[in-house]
């Protein structure tokens, strides 16, 4: 029964270690039939996760056997710091051939990170058509709606009956693989609603169009940040979200399911560059890796120092008492968690932009006191502690004051650092956790062995 549960997990997960095992072996052995078999029936996402799971001499051997076999929808899905890699071991016709069923969004996913030459091998591959519009997208700021949308899309004229729609759908125009609504616009291209395809489909031929367009329709500007509109997405359930030029014409759409990529990969780099690691991925070599995380060690050992520095001015007061040195690490690991904990809410609701000026200090006070609360709490179990484990009373009122304040200005500093970062224009999820450590291990060190000179020599 546990196997077949284990196997359940497995095949839910998508790629099994079997199958990445089987492939490796087909590889070493040079049998381009038995890799063929392997991964034809396997989902492109699948295929991507394989392909970063391999290293890079058994990627290239994999990629020389199975000539052909990478599509555009491999390479969307792959991880972008591998694509370059992969992209340059294609051949022209097999680049061109892998783009030529991508949306224009996915293209221009695929060739916004890479360097000169290899975007230029991109679009060459394209069509001339594909090429303007990829160009087009490019062209537009990094993280705006205009850079993310795709071209594909139905428009129609906003005096249509269903009938008509029906039967311009099923003509010889080019349709998108995939969409949810026709957009309707007046002889000037700008867009009036939209109306859903089963609403279409569910109503007589005589029916007006504009009878059935949507009450959450909402236009978005090219040059609007595309979180911004992924969020709108989430908090308004939309399914389409058309973007606009500068006047008012429809040039585009963001779907849901890339407004939720977006989010996921979003909230992705926030938890990366909480713990200082940039945006690596697996698939990255040593070197790579050790250039992402030296810049936040490097800060780490700088803000160390300046605790230490605060330490050393209380040198004669830990030589006159010991357990001091003993209990210090309890006060600054404490004040580091909880400031951890509140950075870790602050963060997550400016991302969700849950935090807003007009709860900002309600909010504040709120962490102030949970800290306080907790303060006080952990303050009468280290209070009893101190008194228990060295006989003196006095050293355990002093780490109980000490804890106090270092959990009160932990809160505040967990939902203030953040705060103050993007009211200057710096993601809060970049370097806070490194201030808010630096506050608390200063301020914990500062009241510990402050108070202990007052009090206890």
């Not at 989902?43 to 555009?72: F, K, V, Y």
């Not at 997208?137 to 906003?158: K, T």
């Not at 355990?396 to 932990?410: E, H, K, P, R, S």
């Amino acid at each position: 029964m546990a196997d077949i549960d284990d196997d359940l997990d497995a095949e839910a997960f998508g790629i099994t270690d079997r199958i990445v095992a089987e492939v490796l072996n087909a590889v070493m052995q040079g049998d381009a039939l038995a890799i063929d078999a392997l991964l034809d029936p396997l989902h492109p996402a699948d295929i991507a996760h394989l392909i970063e799971q391999i290293d890079s001499r058994e990627r290239r051997d994999l990629l020389t056997l199975w000539q052909g076999g990478i599509d555009g929808d491999i390479l969307s899905e792959l991880d972008e710091n591998l694509r370059e890699e992969i992209i340059q071991q294609l051949a022209p016709a097999e680049l061109a051939t892998a783009l030529r069923d991508l949306d224009s969004d996915d293209v221009v996913d695929l060739v916004e990170y890479l360097g000169e030459d290899q975007q230029e091998a991109v679009l060459d591959a394209l069509d001339a058509s594909d090429r303007v519009v990829v160009e087009q997208a490019l062209s537009y700021p990094e993280e705006s709606a205009g850079r993310h949308m795709q071209s594909e899309l139905v428009r129609a004229p906003d005096h249509w009956t269903v009938g008509e729609a029906i039967d311009y759908l099923r003509s010889d125009v080019v349709l998108p693989d995939q969409f949810y609504h026709i957009i309707l616009v007046d002889p000037r291209l700008k867009a009036t609603g939209y109306v859903t395809l089963g609403r279409i489909l569910s109503h007589p031929r005589s029916t007006p169009l504009r009878d059935l367009t949507e009450e959450t329709f909402r236009t978005f500007h090219v040059a609007q940040g595309v979180e911004e509109v992924a969020q709108a997405i989430n908090h308004y359930h939309l399914i389409t979200a058309p973007v606009v030029d500068d006047d008012g014409r429809v040039v585009g759409v963001i779907t849901i399911d890339d407004a939720m990529a977006f989010l996921e990969e979003e909230a992705e780099e926030d938890i990366l560059r909480l713990a200082g690691v940039g945006e690596g991925s697996l698939s990255d070599n040593v070197y790579e890796t050790t250039k992402q995380r030296f810049p936040w060690l490097a800060v780490n050992l700088l803000t160390a120092i300046l605790a230490s520095l605060v330490i050393s001015v209380f040198e004669e007061t830990i030589a006159g008492l010991v357990a001091l040195a003993v209990l210090m690490p309890i006060v600054a690991s404490m004040g580091g968690n909880a400031g951890t904990q509140s950075l870790t809410v602050a963060v997550r609701a400016l991302a969700t932009r849950d935090l807003t000026p007009s709860n900002i200090w309600r909010v504040i006070r709120r962490e102030a006191l949970v800290g306080l609360l907790n303060g006080l709490a952990f303050a009468a179990v280290m209070g009893v502690v101190g008194t228990i484990w060295f006989g003196a009373p006095m050293l355990g009122v002093v780490i109980a004051v000490a804890m106090v304040v270092n959990l009160l200005v932990a809160g505040l500093a967990g939902i203030g650092v953040p705060v103050v970062m993007e009211r200057f224009g710096i993601d809060p999820a970049l370097a806070s956790g490194t201030f808010v450590t630096t506050v608390t291990d200063v301020v914990g060190f500062f009241a510990f062995l402050g108070l202990a000179s007052v009090m206890l020599l």
